[in-house]
């Protein structure tokens, strides 16, 4: 009866197709294939036999090869390399007076093509990038020529930050002390910025960037 009621439930093509996207993906992620008890608990099978018969199926189908260890499962098709979709990130020579809700990268002198994930970024649409000017956060890493690429969102004390202090442009780490909320620059020779009137944050820094000057001539 048992074995009856597994014929009837694992012959369905649902099944085995999430089975062996199952072993597709974790391949892709992992560079090695699942075990079965990896797929029985991805899939929310009931026991490892379950997973053992779809898998017969599979070989049988010639989709699979087995070998008779715990991650012996290879797929015979070989898997195309996933493309990964850049996107292009307006690049600024100084932080924009004024930030849209969303960027156009026309708007831009230049811009730099990036795959989101490598960089930090959220949301690709609220991004933008600004050629430092200046030495005031090299004691944050951050040096004069450096490219930091910043993200509109919500900013927390200890980020760096561009703001608008009372009408500047500036790149600064934001601190909050109590109520106190002003600016921090990363260089003792630069003192902090308290807002007189208004402080508006127009993104949070998430990466930065930098190139490596050309070896000098013996």
Do not use: W
Not at 170 to 175: A, I, N, Q, S
């Amino acid at each position: 009866m048992e074995a009856t009621l597994y014929e009837s439930i694992m012959r369905t093509s649902n099944s085995r197709q999430m089975v062996l996207s199952f072993i597709e993906q974790y391949q892709d992620q992992h560079q090695r294939p699942p075990t079965i008890r990896e797929i029985q608990d991805h899939c929310g099978f009931k026991s490892p036999r379950a997973v053992s018969y779809i898998l017969e199926k599979l070989e049988a189908a010639r989709l699979i090869i087995r070998q008779a260890h715990s991650r012996g499962i290879h797929l015979t098709k070989p898997r195309k390399p996933a493309v990964i979709a850049g996107i292009q990130l307006p690049l600024f020579a100084s932080i924009p007076a004024g930030m849209p809700q969303a960027f156009d990268e026309t708007e831009a002198p230049e811009t730099l093509r990036f795959i989101p994930t490598t960089l930090g970024i959220s949301n690709p649409q609220r991004a933008f990038a600004v050629r430092v000017q200046g030495d005031s956060m090299v004691d944050a890493g951050i040096f004069s020529g450096d490219i930091v690429v910043l993200e509109q969102k919500e900013a927390r004390p200890g980020d760096i930050v561009a703001a608008l202090i009372d009408g500047e442009n500036t790149l600064k780490r934001l601190v909050k002390e109590g109520t106190n909320v002003y600016l921090k620059a990363e260089n003792i020779l630069y003192p902090n910025l308290h807002p007189v009137e208004k402080l508006d944050i127009q993104g949070v820094v998430v990466s930065v960037l930098r190139t490596m000057p050309a070896p000098v001539a013996a």
